[in-house]
């Protein structure tokens, strides 16, 4: 699945269970967590915003500008939005999750990292020697 695919789905995900009493606390976090890192990613795009609180009453009507906004925004190659997607989803959809639906292909990235309890250190550049 692709980073803006899956952003997506993560938080049409946490929409739909965010207007339920039966919500738990962690999934209501994460789904505040990752709607707050796609509001400071398209912070500053006119149409950003809006799309987004649109997005979360009418996610398939909304789901292409959405796209739109996050992949002019640059939200793919942010590891941390995508971690934050993964998160939600892990709770979401437990079964999915076990079952690689949400495995991710990132083309072209550079320092890029996904998944819990990483530790990168990066250097770009030429490498020594060329």
Not at 2 to 24: F, H, N, R
Not at 59 to 77: C, M, N, S, V
Not at 103 to 125: C, K, R, S
Request: glycine share 10%.
């Amino acid at each position: 699945m692709e980073p803006i695919t899956l952003i997506l789905t993560a938080l049409g995900a946490g929409a739909a269970l965010g207007v339920k009493d039966t919500a738990s606390t962690a999934v209501l976090d994460a789904y505040n967590g990752l709607k707050a890192l796609v509001r400071r990613r398209i912070a500053g795009r006119r149409d950003g915003e809006l799309v987004l609180a649109r997005f979360e009453k009418a996610p398939q009507t909304w789901r292409e500008p959405l796209a739109q906004e996050l992949t002019a925004a640059g939200a793919a190659q942010d590891a941390g939005l995508v971690a934050a997607a993964q998160a939600l989803l892990r709770l979401t959809d437990p079964a999915g999750y076990r079952a690689d639906t949400y495995n991710i292909t990132m083309t072209d990235a550079q320092g890029v990292q996904v998944g819990d309890h990483n530790i990168q250190h990066n250097t770009f550049g030429t490498p020594p020697g060329h």
